[in-house]
């Protein structure tokens, strides 16, 4: 499957932090097991031996594995021995308390928010319910307060974590002028539709704004921001809701319609346009040109059809701006022509 860059960065984010806690469990068991086995507490030195051997099996999985694969398997591990650690403790007369408290950070990076939270307060309660059969009540109370505390502080930290990737995705997919997907997302899209093979189809469509420099020149340049979001707003009422919106450059834009024939491509640039043409935009005269082609899999390259694209929208601005045209229909104009324009 392929993946994103902002995925691809918060993987390798969440497998340095998968690694370093690898380090500390294998550091915290040898130091456990030791000073368990020189105070004669056998049980809790073999309970902290085999920590470190599956732990220490899960950091080589971390390393050797591809990245997703190696994290889920660390966490999945930790979570299954810290369960483990506190039933074997019941068995032996020991509740081992504080093994709850490395529990949070570790749910919060296996699942995520809601669900790690009720994974917590699931764990607490076991905790809790198997260290009262134990100890007196009023150490159990003690160890809920203190989890809980921890719980609702993981929780919140969650919460913004999530908040704070939720605002960095969108601000790194989305030009900030305009509020469409910016030309990195655009990338990434055309790079899926080349990954993603078999017997696809898509049609391009390139629009630009006419005489945009003539508005900026004439109404000053506070204007012609107002104008690109403002034809990016039109634009976008026009399209499907799953249909999305690119700003290509400075005063254009581009649409990938999915499974779609440059027919289909044609009638919405048409809508387009007449949308554009007749929108109220204040005291300027805004129009826009389109350029419409169509690319499949198995008929050349999607920079070859961005390019008949681009093509064609130049047809358009040569023969007089303010209208859509087609590849087929430009397939004449010579790149020196649309060059010169
Ligand atoms: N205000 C503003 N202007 C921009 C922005 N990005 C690009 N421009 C300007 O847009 C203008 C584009 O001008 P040209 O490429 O000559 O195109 P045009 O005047 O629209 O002419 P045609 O495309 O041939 O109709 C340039 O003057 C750029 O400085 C932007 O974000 N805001």
């Known amino acids: 499957m392929r993946r994103d860059s902002f995925s691809l960065l918060r993987e390798s984010m ?70 483990g650690a506190v039933a074997f403790g019941y068995e032996h007369g020991r509740p081992m308390q504080h093994w709850a408290y490395i529990l ?18 699931i764990y607490g309660v076991y ?37 704070a990737a939720a605002m960095l995705r969108y601000h790194s997919d989305h030009d900030a002028l305009s509020n469409c997907f910016n ?26 704004i006419d005489h945009f420099k003539a508005i900026n020149d004439q109404h000053g340049h ?46 919405l640039a048409e809508r387009l346009r007449v949308a554009i043409a007749g929108s109220d935009f204040v005291g300027v005269l805004v129009m826009v040109s389109i350029g419409v082609a169509e690319w499949r899999a198995n008929q050349g390259s999607v920079a070859a059809a961005l390019g008949r694209a681009d093509r064609a929208l130049y047809a358009a601005k040569r023969s007089g701006r303010n209208r859509v045209v087609g590849d087929s229909a430009s397939a004449t104009v010579p790149i020196a022509e649309r060059v010169e324009a």
């Open 183 to 208: 030309r990195r997302t655009f990338n990434e899209a055309i790079a899926g539709l080349t990954a993603s093979g078999g017997d696809r189809r898509c049609t391009f469509l390139l629009i630009d």
């Open 222 to 267: 506070l204007v012609g921001d107002r104008v690109i979001t403002q034809v990016a707003a039109e634009l976008g009422r026009v399209l499907d809701p799953g249909v999305p919106l690119f700003r290509y450059g400075g005063e254009e834009f581009a649409i990938m319609l999915a499974d779609a024939d440059e027919g289909t491509g044609l009638a």
């Open 127 to 163: 905790v809790s319910w198997v260290t009262s059969a134990l100890v007196p009540l009023i150490e159990v109370v003690r160890f809920a307060s203190g989890y809980g505390l921890l719980v609702c502080f993981m929780y919140t930290y969650a919460l913004l974590q999530e908040r």
């Open 104 to 121: 949070p950070p570790v749910l919060i990076f296996l699942m995520r928010s809601s669900r790690a939270l009720v994974g917590m307060v």
């Open 14 to 83: 969440r497998w340095r932090v998968a690694l370093v806690l690898a380090v500390l469990v294998t550091v915290l068991m040898v130091a456990l097991g030791t000073l368990n086995t020189r105070l004669g507490l056998q049980d809790t030195a073999l309970l902290a031996w085999m920590v470190l051997g599956v732990s220490a099996s899960c950091t080589v999985a971390l390393l050797v594995l591809p990245r997703g694969i190696g994290g889920t398997i660390f966490f999945t591990a930790i979570a299954a021995l810290l369960v």
